[in-house]
């Protein structure tokens, strides 16, 4: 039962509660930002076209073989292979499962310093926790970034291989700065979503806000109290993020309107306003053209 005596005897501990809100912004900011980094990598294999067997897809005649086992290898792209088994398993299975594996498995052989960040964290069982909510925040935002880096016009690489770009070049300076700032809103909701996730790593002793109702509920022999303030604090660190979140995409949604006037084409925008869209897609077809003839 919800009792004034139960949040008095609670309120005695809230030094624990701020102890837990620090940490678990701190969990979930690490978090993001390796998560993003690893999904990057996770995204950019998924896109390559590294295919080490190509030559097995044409025959003696040196046609393309369009069916069969050889043709099914030659396609075979061994780092999209592993980035997409690296996805699909981590969002297929429990994030409390990774949890424990990476905790008890991967780093039980390794002994890691013993010490305490901010004087109350303890770091061998919180780079644990960064480590697992990493890798599987890293699964479902490489599937953003993918999708982000797709939703850019396929126009806008082949002006840029007219410029005569390299493939890292255009994704470096072409694609990528476009497909961040299309999916800045959902990597902010991830951290949203990682502030509510990390509750799962009390189970292995770090001191974010769930290890607070826990240490409090042990202390009082009360869970109902502890559990009100938690959700209060967790509401305060979720709502008002997510209502900044909404109100800075709506921001960069009209920021993009008035920057792109209608009718601008790529032709004018890479190529200067002299040169109509028009004129582009002549330039590459006599382009082409050359080549063919040429081989």
């Keep these: 039962m919800i009792s004034k005596a139960g949040f008095a005897r609670t309120f005695q501990f809230l030094g624990m509660f701020r102890d837990g809100l620090i940490c678990t912004v701190s969990l979930s900011a690490l978090t993001v930002f390796f998560g993003f980094i690893l999904a990057l990598i996770l995204a950019i294999l998924r896109l390559s076209s590294v295919r080490p067997l190509r030559s097995l897809g044409i025959d003696r005649d040196g046609h393309l073989r369009e069916q069969g086992f050889l043709s099914l290898l030659s396609r075979f792209n ?6 997409t088994v690296y ?27 013993s010490f305490k960040l901010f004087g109350f964290i303890r770091f061998e069982r919180f780079l644990p926790g960064v480590v697992a909510l990493s890798m599987n925040s890293a699964a479902y935002l490489s599937e953003i970034i993918r999708a982000g880096i797709q939703s850019i016009d396929g126009g806008q690489t082949e002006a840029a291989r007219s410029l005569g770009m390299s493939q890292t070049q255009n994704m470096r300076f072409i694609v990528l700065p476009q497909a961040i700032k299309n999916i800045l809103p959902a990597i902010a909701n991830e951290f949203v979503t990682i502030i509510k996730e990390s509750s799962i790593c009390y189970t292995i002793g770090v001191q974010e806000i769930m290890y607070a109702v826990a240490s409090v509920k042990g202390a009082t022999f009360s869970i109902t109290e502890p559990l009100i303030i938690a959700t209060c604090v967790y509401f305060c660190l979720t709502f008002p993020t997510s209502k900044i979140i909404a109100y800075f995409e709506r921001k960069m949604g009209a920021g993009s309107s008035r920057s792109a006037p209608k009718g601008r084409s790529l032709g ?3 190529f200067g306003s002299s040169l109509t869209e028009k004129k582009v897609g002549q330039d590459l077809e006599q382009e082409r053209r050359a080549k063919r003839h040429g081989n």
């Design 78 to 83: 061994p780092l999209s292979f592993l980035a």
């Design 87 to 113: 996805v699909e398993v981590f969002r297929a299975t429990p994030m409390l499962v990774q949890l424990f594996i990476i905790y008890y498995i991967v780093f039980a052989p390794i002994k890691l310093p």
């Design 268 to 270: 004018k925008a890479l």
